[in-house]
């Protein structure tokens, strides 16, 4: 077999995307693109659940980070927002009739300021208006005269008692505090003890007054008091109406602007309270003390007028959006702020504060999934106050079972707003399946790929990106060719030679630091080394922990042959993930064949160091060995494979064709080359599948051999299903084109173990058997020598292969030491 025909040329490691149809020979020439690459489908899928109007068609942005999620979604909510009106301005006022539910009230876009003003005006009119109107002399006389007239009522009552008691030998004394009925003698009050030392019959005569007496004082009393509740009502009604007429003046001008509206409803309210409070704006100032600086409790009720505005448009002209980068419960619903009055916390309908969805109201709120669900009952206020069409303020302390002094039930305000919630994949399906409520709030999935068909119109996006980049935020402009460069580091980002990478976040960076090196450099346009020189000091700075590997297999701490032969040992490849980089790694596969029936043992799977795919190929690769060598007889073999210092776990089936090739070599006893490395999983079939991380692997392997020198005879065996997804790194494809190393795309088993041994694996011939000589003859010898061995073993110990095997193995066990 001709090696060569195995081997990929430079090109073929690395295409270079020829922008040769774009006519311009730097981005300065070229429009920038106005659109997101590559996502049609999610774009239709946001144009779509905006437009719709029905319940529960909020949107789902689902796609990797970078990938214009954000982007898209802000684009058409600003398209979709100016075509919008702008949504009516909401306040909360206070309930007069019960303080614990605050009112709300919708007014017209920019009306809420307004009012606010106005009511404003309306507390510092009244508070001087009230008080002035009673110090006139109208009031004044009208407040002499009822007072008088009950004062002259009350006079001739105690007049009329005390000329009824002085028929009966009886006084009124009038103190201070109290009055007291005492019996006479010549004129004069007795006292106790002279009243004592009268005679009996006397006594009795003035005992027998007393009844008749006490009724008629309670009567005089009951007519007196009644005087003075009627001389109040008659003073409050002198009051009610000259604080009604203030009342009504100042009143006059709002309620005939806001007639027939619910603003007119809260006037009304303010009206009745202002009129029924006035009485305390007529009391003396030094009578009502400041109490620790706050206002004096006469102007207090005048506080209950004012207008909370909760939420207001910054302009009339459009809907608004709103981007809430922290949802958490009070900044996604509102909350209801407290304040310290002698060591208790209370609020007031002032102490409500509006949250995102306030603001959006009328609109589009644009949140991340992971902040969303990261922040405690923010998801579930959330979905109820979709469900329930309104958003509805409740005090955090209420989930918890906390009482404050003062709580409030703010009226629900009715919600009209569009939801777009960005996130990955694994939460929306979480979401889809542990969440009964998600699929009917949120039926709109709109899927932002990560990758997109390299085309010629994609081809001329990316060049108008990085056209509209370099204007945007001042960046040098790039050729042609270095745009072509900027393309294909695309390609690899997502590892696919007829791909390119949607996660323009990442796509941008690559141009921001090419120009910066442009510019460090003194050029006057990004070239083709601007780029590749970002792309290598990006892997750089990345490369430490690689590095720190790379340096352990250089001090042989970690065994790792690059040239030679050994039977049983090859060089498998793993990639490792560290903080968002990857990098590949040789490791040194072991096998042990012998005799035994247990068959194929991944000593990694014994430990528990495998995962379920490792495990899997491991099966796979039993089964290809069965379906080749056990068609005539059953498999007698026992064999062992391993990762050789291979701590942290194994998983995948990347691995699987390269135990395989280490069983065949310990079967055969044919040395595999060491200066070669492996990857790719193997089917029943004895087919090579791909694999992911192709370009850490084949560059991980080249890094090793290029720090322990290169030979020009290295190289990595891959899947040539695996061909279309190489981007490799530019020193690898120069060391490629210079003769110094290989890379070889494999179809089967057969073929990788001939170029692993340097010996045809062979081809079964009509009768099953194998060319003399090839590896797959070697195989089956062997075998059949350890079917042969089993059996002599069987006979020997007259019993089953298996269980000859087992005591043959314990009597071994058994033996005693040899001296």
Same mark, same amino acid.
């Given at each position: 077999m001709d090696q060569e025909q195995f081997v990929l040329t430079p090109q073929q490691l690395r295409p270079r995307t020829n922008l040769d149809a774009l006519a311009f020979g730097n981005t300065s020439e070229i429009e920038p693109l106005d659109r997101i690459i590559g996502q049609d489908r999610a774009i239709q899928a946001i144009d779509f659940g905006i437009d719709i109007d029905s319940a529960g068609y909020n949107i789902f942005a689902v796609g990797p980070a970078g990938s214009g999620r954000t982007t898209v979604v802000r684009q058409f909510l600003e398209q979709r927002a100016s075509l919008r009106p702008a949504p009516q301005d909401w306040c909360y006022v206070n309930n007069f009739r019960d303080a614990r539910y605050p009112q709300a009230l919708a007014l017209l876009c920019g009306e809420s300021k307004v009012l606010r003003s106005e009511m404003d005006a309306l507390i510092v009119q009244l508070r001087r208006d009230i008080p002035m109107a009673f110090e006139g002399e109208v009031f004044e006389q009208r407040r002499r005269e009822i007072i008088l007239a009950m004062q002259r009522q009350q006079m001739m009552l105690y007049q009329e008692l005390e000329a009824y008691l002085r028929e009966r030998s009886f006084t009124l004394i009038r103190g201070e505090s109290r009055m007291v009925i005492a019996p006479i003698a010549e004129g004069q009050p007795l006292t106790d003890e002279q009243y004592e030392k009268l005679p009996d019959k006397v006594k009795t005569r003035y005992e027998n007054f007393r009844p008749e007496i006490q009724e008629q004082f309670g009567k005089t009393m009951r007519l007196t008091r009644q005087l003075e509740r009627n001389g109040r009502q008659a003073l409050e009604k002198v009051t009610r109406d000259i604080a009604g007429f203030v009342v009504d003046q100042s009143l006059a001008d709002l309620m005939s602007k806001y007639a027939n509206t619910k603003v007119a409803e809260f006037l009304t309210a303010v009206r009745e309270d202002a009129i029924s409070n006035a009485q305390n704006l007529i009391a003396p100032a030094e009578a009502q003390?400041?109490?620790?600086?706050?206002?004096?409790?006469?102007?207090?009720?005048?506080?209950?007028?004012?207008?909370?505005?909760?939420t207001e448009s910054q302009t009339c002209d459009f809907a608004p959006i709103v981007i809430e980068d922290n949802p958490t419960y009070a900044n996604l619903i509102g909350r209801i702020e407290h304040r310290a009055e002698f060591g208790t916390m209370v609020t007031d309908f002032t102490q409500i504060r509006a949250g995102s969805l306030h603001r959006a109201n009328g609109g589009y709120l644009v949140v991340e999934a992971k902040n969303l669900l990261s922040n405690p009952l923010a998801w579930d206020a959330l979905k109820r106050s979709l469900r329930s069409r309104q958003i509805k303020i409740e005090e955090m302390v209420s989930f918890?079972?906390?009482?404050?002094?003062?709580?409030?039930e703010p009226e629900p305000i009715p919600l009209d707003v569009k939801v777009v919630i960005i996130g990955d994949e694994q939460l929306y399906e979480l979401l889809y399946t542990y969440d009964e409520d998600f699929a009917e709030l949120f039926k709109i999935k709109a899927q932002f790929v990560s990758q997109v068909t390299k085309d010629a119109e994609i081809l001329e996006d990316y060049a108008r990106f990085v056209a509209g980049l370099c204007r945007k935020e001042g960046l040098l402009h790039f050729t042609r060719d270095a745009v072509a460069y900027v393309i294909d580091a695309a390609s690899r980002l997502v590892e696919d030679q007829k791909r390119l990478s949607t996660r323009m976040?990442?796509?941008?960076?690559?141009?921001?630091? *090419?120009a910066y090196y442009a510019q460090k450099a003194g050029h006057n346009l990004v070239e083709v080394e601007d780029v590749r020189r970002s792309m290598m000091e990006r892997i750089y700075r990345q490369d430490h922990t690689a590095e720190r590997y790379r340096e352990?297999?250089?001090?042989?701490?970690?065994?790792? +042959?690059?040239?030679?032969?050994?039977?049983?040992?090859?060089?498998?490849?793993?990639?490792?993930?560290?903080?968002?980089?990857?990098?590949?790694?040789?490791?040194?596969?072991?096998?042990?064949?012998?005799?035994?029936?247990?068959?194929?043992?991944?000593?990694d799977r014994e430990v528990?160091?495998?995962?379920?795919?490792?495990?899997?190929?491991?099966?796979?690769?039993?089964?290809?060995?069965?379906?080749?060598?056990?068609?005539?007889?059953?498999?007698?073999?026992?064999?062992?494979?391993?990762?050789?210092?291979l701590y942290t776990g194994?998983?995948?089936?990347?691995?699987?064709?390269?135990?395989?090739?280490?069983?065949?070599?310990?079967?055969?006893? *044919?040395?595999?080359?060491?200066?070669?490395?492996?990857?790719?999983?193997?089917?029943?079939?004895?087919?090579?599948?791909?694999?992911?991380?192709?370009?850490?692997?084949?560059?991980?392997?080249?890094?090793?051999?290029?720090?322990?020198?290169?030979?020009?005879t290295q190289g990595v065996l891959i899947p040539?299903?695996?061909?279309?997804?190489?981007?490799?790194?530019? +020193?690898?494809?120069?060391?490629?084109?210079?003769?110094?190393?290989?890379?070889?795309?494999?179809?089967?088993?057969?073929?990788?173990?001939?170029?692993?041994?340097?010996?045809?694996?062979?081809?079964?011939?009509?009768?099953?058997?194998?060319?003399?000589?090839?590896?797959?003859?070697?195989?089956?010898?062997?075998?059949e020598e350890y079917r042969g061995l089993l059996e002599k073993i069987a006979q020997q110990t007259n019993a089953a292969p298996e269980k000859a095997l087992r005591d043959c193995a314990q009597d071994k066990l058994e033996e005693p030491p040899s001296a």
């Amino acid at each position: 077999m001709d090696q060569e025909q195995f081997v990929l040329t430079p090109q073929q490691l690395r295409p270079r995307t020829n922008l040769d149809a774009l006519a311009f020979g730097n981005t300065s020439e070229i429009e920038p693109l106005d659109r997101i690459i590559g996502q049609d489908r999610a774009i239709q899928a946001i144009d779509f659940g905006i437009d719709i109007d029905s319940a529960g068609y909020n949107i789902f942005a689902v796609g990797p980070a970078g990938s214009g999620r954000t982007t898209v979604v802000r684009q058409f909510l600003e398209q979709r927002a100016s075509l919008r009106p702008a949504p009516q301005d909401w306040c909360y006022v206070n309930n007069f009739r019960d303080a614990r539910y605050p009112q709300a009230l919708a007014l017209l876009c920019g009306e809420s300021k307004v009012l606010r003003s106005e009511m404003d005006a309306l507390i510092v009119q009244l508070r001087r208006d009230i008080p002035m109107a009673f110090e006139g002399e109208v009031f004044e006389q009208r407040r002499r005269e009822i007072i008088l007239a009950m004062q002259r009522q009350q006079m001739m009552l105690y007049q009329e008692l005390e000329a009824y008691l002085r028929e009966r030998s009886f006084t009124l004394i009038r103190g201070e505090s109290r009055m007291v009925i005492a019996p006479i003698a010549e004129g004069q009050p007795l006292t106790d003890e002279q009243y004592e030392k009268l005679p009996d019959k006397v006594k009795t005569r003035y005992e027998n007054f007393r009844p008749e007496i006490q009724e008629q004082f309670g009567k005089t009393m009951r007519l007196t008091r009644q005087l003075e509740r009627n001389g109040r009502q008659a003073l409050e009604k002198v009051t009610r109406d000259i604080a009604g007429f203030v009342v009504d003046q100042s009143l006059a001008d709002l309620m005939s602007k806001y007639a027939n509206t619910k603003v007119a409803e809260f006037l009304t309210a303010v009206r009745e309270d202002a009129i029924s409070n006035a009485q305390n704006l007529i009391a003396p100032a030094e009578a009502q003390p400041l109490l620790l600086g706050r206002e004096a409790p006469r102007d207090r009720f005048l506080e209950n007028y004012r207008v909370n505005v909760l939420t207001e448009s910054q302009t009339c002209d459009f809907a608004p959006i709103v981007i809430e980068d922290n949802p958490t419960y009070a900044n996604l619903i509102g909350r209801i702020e407290h304040r310290a009055e002698f060591g208790t916390m209370v609020t007031d309908f002032t102490q409500i504060r509006a949250g995102s969805l306030h603001r959006a109201n009328g609109g589009y709120l644009v949140v991340e999934a992971k902040n969303l669900l990261s922040n405690p009952l923010a998801w579930d206020a959330l979905k109820r106050s979709l469900r329930s069409r309104q958003i509805k303020i409740e005090e955090m302390v209420s989930f918890y079972g906390v009482v404050t002094t003062v709580s409030l039930e703010p009226e629900p305000i009715p919600l009209d707003v569009k939801v777009v919630i960005i996130g990955d994949e694994q939460l929306y399906e979480l979401l889809y399946t542990y969440d009964e409520d998600f699929a009917e709030l949120f039926k709109i999935k709109a899927q932002f790929v990560s990758q997109v068909t390299k085309d010629a119109e994609i081809l001329e996006d990316y060049a108008r990106f990085v056209a509209g980049l370099c204007r945007k935020e001042g960046l040098l402009h790039f050729t042609r060719d270095a745009v072509a460069y900027v393309i294909d580091a695309a390609s690899r980002l997502v590892e696919d030679q007829k791909r390119l990478s949607t996660r323009m976040a990442q796509v941008a960076d690559i141009i921001r630091e *090419a120009a910066y090196y442009a510019q460090k450099a003194g050029h006057n346009l990004v070239e083709v080394e601007d780029v590749r020189r970002s792309m290598m000091e990006r892997i750089y700075r990345q490369d430490h922990t690689a590095e720190r590997y790379r340096e352990t297999i250089e001090d042989a701490v970690i065994k790792i +042959d690059v040239q030679g032969s050994h039977v049983g040992q090859i060089n498998g490849l793993s990639v490792i993930q560290a903080l968002g980089w990857q990098f590949g790694i040789p490791s040194r596969v072991s096998a042990q064949t012998f005799i035994g029936r247990r068959g194929v043992v991944s000593i990694d799977r014994e430990v528990k160091m495998s995962g379920p795919i490792h495990d899997k190929g491991q099966l796979i690769l039993s089964s290809y060995l069965e379906a080749c060598f056990a068609q005539k007889s059953p498999l007698s073999i026992s064999a062992t494979i391993t990762f050789e210092q291979l701590y942290t776990g194994v998983e995948g089936d990347s691995a699987s064709s390269t135990e395989l090739y280490a069983i065949l070599s310990s079967l055969a006893e *044919a040395p595999i080359r060491q200066d070669l490395a492996v990857t790719g999983s193997v089917n029943q079939f004895g087919q090579i599948q791909a694999i992911g991380g192709v370009n850490a692997k084949v560059e991980g392997f080249f890094d090793v051999c290029q720090r322990l020198g290169l030979t020009g005879t290295q190289g990595v065996l891959i899947p040539s299903a695996n061909v279309q997804h190489l981007m490799l790194r530019e +020193d690898v494809v120069e060391a490629v084109e210079a003769g110094k190393f290989r890379v070889y795309a494999v179809d089967t088993i057969e073929q990788g173990i001939e170029l692993l041994t340097g010996v045809p694996a062979g081809e079964v011939d009509e009768q099953g058997n194998y060319p003399e000589g090839s590896i797959f003859a070697r195989v089956s010898a062997k075998l059949e020598e350890y079917r042969g061995l089993l059996e002599k073993i069987a006979q020997q110990t007259n019993a089953a292969p298996e269980k000859a095997l087992r005591d043959c193995a314990q009597d071994k066990l058994e033996e005693p030491p040899s001296a």
